[in-house]
Nanobody
């Protein structure tokens, strides 16, 4: 059974940092895109960042320069380092894994597996 388990969320102040982790089990996603999306209360789920099989990355404009996505192939885990957090980063963050896209993609429809989400709250 494939599972994506996120961890690392919490309550922080503006300007602080957090590192989210997403551990995959049940199969390897080393050849595929893995990504992070977020959903704020009352809003649509939006793309945050993705990493491809070759560790190339893409980011939403809103997080570019502040967030860094990396992956540990041996652990089948991706990490989202979030620096200089802002109140508008408050959301539930979801990890996702594709089984069709090798390169990093921001398209939700390309992700077959999703985690349960982890809450990130940034106070001003």
């Amino acid at each position: 059974q494939v599972q994506l388990v996120e961890s690392g969320g919490g309550l922080v102040q503006a300007g602080d940092s957090l590192r989210l982790a997403c551990a995959a089990s049940g199969r390897s996603f080393s050849r595929y895109s893995m990504g992070w999306f977020r959903q704020a209360s009352g809003k649509e789920r939006e793309f945050v960042a993705a990493i491809g099989w070759d560790s190339s990355t893409i980011y939403a404009d809103s997080v570019k320069g502040r967030f860094t996505l990396s992956r540990d192939f041996a652990k089948n885990t991706v990490y989202l380092q979030m620096n200089s957090l802002k109140p508008e980063d408050t959301a539930v963050y979801y990890c996702a894994a594709s089984v069709t896209m090798n390169t990093a993609t921001d398209r939700r429809s390309r992700y077959a597996y999703w985690g349960q989400g982890t809450q990130v709250t940034v106070s001003s």
